[in-house]
Structure formats: structure tokens, C-alpha cells
């Protein structure tokens, strides 16, 4: 069995490192297209044409939420499982597929009410309505099903279309302050129109036709689990944009989504390894190979404090360019909302490893459960008494708190596990190697350039001194990635070379 285990984690290597390449793609993809029509979108609806979509979007997300239960990511784990018995990866699919159904026929029932109900709702009728959408959309989605099953090529050549898409409509449609529900419009569709290729291309995997004796049963306690830590997330993660709707302006939401905006570009570049590892370290657990779990989380450890601090120091220093280069003058309000949540980067890049890869793949979701709720507990706190008198940065300064608090509960957990993990990190490599970047670039602040021109050279600088003193002080992870990099472009040159030779 131990033979088996070994030659087939042999075999899915190659496989990993093509879905590490398309996640990375796509993750790029989530960095690149917000950053073309996010300074487009911002100076054409302003602050509180954007603060009207934000604040509907985190409306809407709470219902479906709801509709999701927790599939998205027991799904994920339930699929990768049985991933090799197609009988029973399409009953354990339909099974989920129609929960989830009957979740999203209920709330959209539910949400109907409050739109008629809710003064706050009935104001922007119409646009609630269009960003509802997302709820049925996700829900014959089932991504889940192909993360599970790891076709993160799929998946990553769809989302770029749809992206492209998108952003062509986007600035053919957008030409006005007013035109903030075309806008919600094609958000909708950015975000969830795979969820209908999905759907028409799920029968390559399993079977579409009904095959009863369904055991919905066996999916009920894991799936209440995964729904209370989604709906904890989602408190603590939404919370601060509706209590900015329901207590300020949509200006000030404009301000912070702005901030946030940014932020979550960001994110996608920490978290992206995360994202790949689930399936694979759910894999690794179900099947007893404890080195190889090790082994892809403390990488995946390193990783993040490599990525997520540089990434955090030069954003609150460059924080007023990154906000008026993306949304123009109007955003001042954004600069210092954005410096306090760009820390988030870290601690949430690191509770995405602790969590869903660590936690998650071990069945220990209630642990999960436990740190997200005292997060969503400290936020409501913290936004109560913060966002009537500072606002934007007030909501800002509750999710920091907030995130932070979730990392506590986890670490706590895991102590044993992981503390040697962060104990072998080469903490002064990096830190001599962010003092350097800074003073390496923080003088571009006094050049008199553009804010693109200042961001250019600065990041320029900051991430190529801070990339040139790890390799110097041979930081294990830096090295190797070096080393695949380069050693490719060699192998290149050197077959390129060879060709030429024979010819």
C-alpha cells in the first residue's frame, strides 16, 4: 500500500506543478484586470457610485452565503476524496448539487421579503435585484467539483475569458456617474458566469442523470461546520462595509472599498499556493502520507511571510500613489483606511494556510470554526465602537484587530504543529532585506513624478533589492524558485542552441 501511495504521489507531481503554473495565472489574471478598469471604474461613478455596488454586494453576499451553506469549501474535500470512483463522485456531486438548490430557493424567497421590507434595500431596488444574481449562478456553478478534481487548467483559461469579456464591456458600458447598475451588472457576470460552463461542462466528470439513494445525512454535520465558519468569515468580512452603509455614507463605503479593492488584489497573490495545496493536502491526509502534508505546509508557510511582507511594507509606504494612480483624487479619503488594513496581507495569507489547508484537510473544521467566530465577535465590537467616529479607517482598524485574533485562535491550536515552522524562518534575512528595499526606494516619494511613474521605479527598486538580499543570504525557497526559473530558460537555450547546431 505504502509502494502505491508513493508512486502515485510520484505521478501527481508534475500535476501539481501545472496547477501551481495555472493558479498562478489566473491569480495574475485577478491582479492584472482589476488593475485596468478599477482606475476606470472609480473615476467615472465615483466614490459613491462604487460605495452603492460594495454595499449591495456585501447585502447580497449574506444570502448567499446562506444558499451555500458550507460547499464551497466541503465540497472541495468531499470531491477530492472519491475523486478516482466516478459513481461515486456523481452521487456525492448530486447530493450537495440539490442541498445547495433548495438552500438557494429558499433564500431568494427570504431575500424577496427583505427587499420589499427594508428601507435601506428598497432604495436601490433594481440594482439588489441584478446583484442577486449571484446566488443562482453559484449555485449550479459547482466549483467545488473541479478544485476537487483539480482541473485547474479549466478553470483558468474560462475565468480569463469571461474576465475579458468583462473588461471589454466594461469601458464599451460605463460611461457615467449613472451607470452604476450596468457596472453591478457586469460585476455579476465577471463573477459568476462560469458557473454556467460549469454547469454544461460538469457531465465530463460525472454522470448528469439522477442516480438515487441519496444519503444526504452523511454530509449534514460537516456541511453545518463548514456553513457556521463560512457564515463567521462573512460576518467579520462583510460586516464592516454594511455597518458602513448602514451607519455613514455611501460615500465613506466608496472610500473603503476603494482600500479594500486594493487589498484583495493583493490577497490573491498571497493566498494563490494556498488554493492549489487544499485538494493535495486533503489527499495526503485521506491516505495516511503525513511527510508530503509537511513538507507542502511549511512551504506554503514560507511562502506567505516572503510574499505577504514585502507586499505589506511597500503598500502603507506608497499607499496615497497605489490609491490615486487606481482611483483618482477623489479616493484621498482611501489612503489611510488602505495603510492600516495592508498588514491583513500576512495574517490572513497565514490563517489560509493554518485553516483550509492545515485544519481542513485533518477534519478539524470545528477548530476553524472556533477562530473565525471570535474574529466576527471582536469585529462587531470593533466596528460598534470605531466606525461612528473614525468611519472608513475605524472599519479598517476592526478587521486588522479582527483578522489578528482569528491567527491567535489558530496558532493556539496548532502550536505544536507549526511552531517550528515559523521558528526556522530566517526572520533577519528578511527583515535586512525590507530596511533595504525601503531606503532603496522610498526617496522616488520626492522625485516629482507621476503617481504610475512613482509606483513603477519604487516597486522596481523596493522588491528587486529585497529579492537580490535573500538570494545573497540564500534563502532556501527564494533559491529554488531561482533555480526552476532559470534553469528552465538555460534548458531553452541550451536545446535552442543545439538545434541550430544540427541544422
Not at 442541498?99 to 440594482?127: D, G, H, Q, S
Not at 446583484?131 to 475565468?159: C, D, H, P
Not at 532585506?433 to 511613474?453: D, V
Amino acid at each position: 500500500m505504502m509502494m502505491v501511495d508513493k508512486e502515485n504521489n510520484k505521478n501527481r507531481n508534475p500535476l501539481l506543478k501545472i496547477n501551481f503554473i495555472m493558479n498562478s495565472i489566473l491569480t495574475m489574471s485577478q491582479f492584472i484586470f482589476p488593475l485596468i478598469t478599477f482606475p476606470y471604474v472609480s473615476r467615472i461613478l465615483l466614490p459613491e457610485g462604487t460605495g452603492k455596488v460594495a454595499f449591495a454586494t456585501s447585502i447580497i453576499a449574506y444570502f448567499a452565503m446562506f444558499a451555500q451553506l458550507g460547499i464551497p469549501t466541503y465540497g472541495i474535500r468531499a470531491c477530492a476524496k472519491v475523486r478516482d470512483n466516478k459513481e461515486e463522485l456523481t452521487k456525492t456531486t448530486q447530493e450537495l448539487f440539490i442541498i445547495n438548490i433548495t438552500m438557494c430557493v429558499i433564500m431568494y424567497a427570504l431575500f424577496v421579503i427583505a427587499l420589499y421590507f427594508v428601507p435601506r434595500l428598497m432604495e436601490e431596488k433594481m440594482l439588489f435585484i441584478i446583484v442577486s444574481f449571484v446566488i443562482i449562478f453559484n449555485a449550479i456553478g459547482m466549483e467545488w467539483l473541479y478544485k476537487g478534481l483539480e482541473q485547474y487548467t479549466y478553470i483558468t483559461v474560462r475565468s480569463i475569458i469571461i474576465k475579458f469579456i468583462a473588461l471589454i464591456a466594461i469601458f464599451f458600458l460605463i460611461q457615467e456617474e449613472d451607470d452604476y447598475l450596468i457596472y453591478a451588472g457586469i460585476t455579476v457576470f465577471a463573477a459568476s458566469a462560469s458557473g454556467v460552463l460549469n454547469f454544461i461542462n460538469a457531465h465530463k466528470y460525472i454522470s448528469m442523470k439522477p442516480v438515487g439513494g441519496y444519503n444526504f445525512r452523511r454530509h449534514i454535520k460537516a456541511i453545518v461546520i463548514f456553513f457556521a465558519t463560512s457564515c463567521a468569515i462573512i460576518v467579520y468580512t462583510n460586516l464592516d462595509i454594511v455597518m458602513l452603509g448602514f451607519i455613514q455614507t455611501d460615500k465613506d463605503v466608496g472610500y473603503y472599498n476603494a482600500a479594500v479593492k486594493i487589498k484583495i488584489i493583493l490577497l490573491s497573490i498571497v493566498t494563490s499556493l494556498g488554493t492549489v495545496l487544499l485538494p493535495r493536502a486533503s489527499y495526503y491526509i485521506e491516505h495516511n502520507m503525513k511527510d508530503e502534508f509537511f513538507l507542502i505546509t511549511h512551504k506554503a508557510i514560507n511562502f506567505v511571510i516572503l510574499i505577504a511582507s514585502p507586499l505589506t511594507l511597500f503598500f502603507i509606504f506608497f499607499a496615497r500613489e497605489g490609491v490615486l494612480f487606481l482611483s483618482g483624487n477623489a479616493y484621498e479619503g482611501s489612503i489611510l483606511p488602505m495603510q492600516i488594513i495592508m498588514p491583513t496581507l500576512l495574517v490572513i495569507g497565514l490563517t489560509n494556510i493554518m485553516g483550509i489547508q492545515m485544519l481542513v484537510p485533518m477534519g478539524k473544521e470545528k477548530i476553524v470554526l472556533y477562530s473565525v467566530i471570535a474574529g466576527a465577535v471582536v469585529n462587531l465590537i470593533a466596528n460598534s465602537i470605531l466606525i461612528p467616529k473614525m468611519g472608513a479607517s475605524g472599519a479598517a482598524i476592526g478587521t486588522l484587530i479582527a483578522e489578528i485574533v482569528v491567527w491567535i485562535v489558530q496558532f493556539a491550536f496548532l502550536k505544536e504543529m507549526v511552531k517550528n515552522i515559523y521558528l526556522e524562518v530566517n526572520y533577519i534575512s528578511i527583515i535586512i532585506a525590507l530596511l533595504l528595499g525601503t531606503a532603496g526606494s522610498i526617496w522616488c516619494k520626492s522625485m516629482g513624478m507621476s503617481y504610475f511613474m512613482t509606483l513603477l521605479v519604487s516597486s522596481v527598486l523596493f522588491f528587486g533589492i529585497y529579492t537580490l538580499v535573500l538570494t545573497i543570504a540564500k534563502e532556501p525557497l527564494v533559491i529554488e524558485i531561482e533555480g526552476q526559473v532559470f534553469g528552465k530558460i538555460i534548458k531553452k537555450f541550451k536545446e535552442s542552441e543545439k538545434s541550430r547546431n544540427e541544422i
